[in-house]
T-cell receptor, first 113, second 112 residues
Framework: NAGVTQTPKFQVLKTGQSMTLQCAQDMNHNSMYWYRQDPGMGLRLIYYSASEGTTDKGEVPNGYNVSRLNKREFSLRLESAAPSQTSVYFC????????????FGPGTRLTVT | QKEVEQNSGPLSVPEGAIASLNCTYSDRGSQSFFWYRQYSGKSPELIMFIYSNGDKEDGRFTAQLNKASQYVSLLIRDSQPSDSATYLCAVSPSGSARQLTFGSGTQLTVLP
């Protein structure tokens, strides 16, 4: 039981490049989330998916898109990376929206130059 | 005003002492409250949650919630060097069961 997995662990992009961050969970959770964490800012919600087939914006969605591919997988795409998107990205999952105890993946450290 | 506020620290306590971590929140209708531990370079790990006023104990950890005063705290008894980490408070705002608002965390160091 791997829990929540993310790929890649590290990534360096040039401004304007695109990339997709992958996330998968094997806990049969319905809800999945993408957060970013910046120094002094705490964790901020980018997008979430309450269940397979649905996605909604969080606090900081601009510059990102998501896809809930199936119950297990939730990807985050940066279409045109900007230096302001340099951050650590965490994927998380939970059984449902009312159970907010979230399980986090190991994170992706992204640098945009 | 930030929605969830924590003292960034660092907070240092000697081994064996009680560490007290505090969090205040602005939304009076908030319903659920969570404490996460995050080791440097690692992902957050849920350690406690509390929904009702009062105390909730789990091993060496006690979460305390006072909705009237809008604060939630985490006590760590018999602190160990392995407890050294950043502790994140998270609050589920009213009307939004979908989202958690996180504080920026308190860095705790337990000195041997």
């Amino acid at each position: 039981n791997a829990g929540v997995t993310q790929t890649p662990k590290f990534q360096v992009l040039k401004t304007g490049q695109s990339m997709t961050l992958q996330c998968a969970q094997d806990m049969n959770h319905n809800s999945m989330y993408w957060y970013r964490q910046d120094p002094g800012m705490g964790l901020r919600l980018i997008y979430y998916s309450a269940s397979e087939g649905t996605t909604d914006k969080g606090e900081v969605p601009n510059g990102y898109n998501v896809s809930r591919l199936n119950k297990r997988e939730f990807s985050l795409r940066l279409e045109s990376a900007a230096p302001s998107q340099t951050s650590v990205y965490f994927c998380a999952s939970s059984e449902g929206l009312t159970n907010q105890g979230k399980y986090f993946g190991p994170g992706t450290r992204l640098t945009v130059t | 005003q930030k929605e969830v506020e924590q003292n960034s620290g660092p907070l240092s306590v000697p081994e064996g002492a009680i560490a007290s971590l505090n969090c205040t929140y602005s939304d009076r209708g908030s319903q659920s409250f969570f404490w996460y531990r995050q080791y440097s370079g690692k992902s957050p790990e849920l350690i406690m949650f509390i929904y009702s006023n009062g105390d909730k104990e789990d091993g060496r950890f006690t979460a305390q919630l006072n909705k009237a005063s809008q604060y939630v705290s985490l006590l760590i008894r018999d602190s160990q060097p392995s407890d050294s980490a950043t502790y994140l408070c998270a609050v589920s705002p009213s009307g939004s069961a979908r989202q958690l608002t996180f504080g920026s965390g308190t860095q705790l160091t337990v000195l041997p």
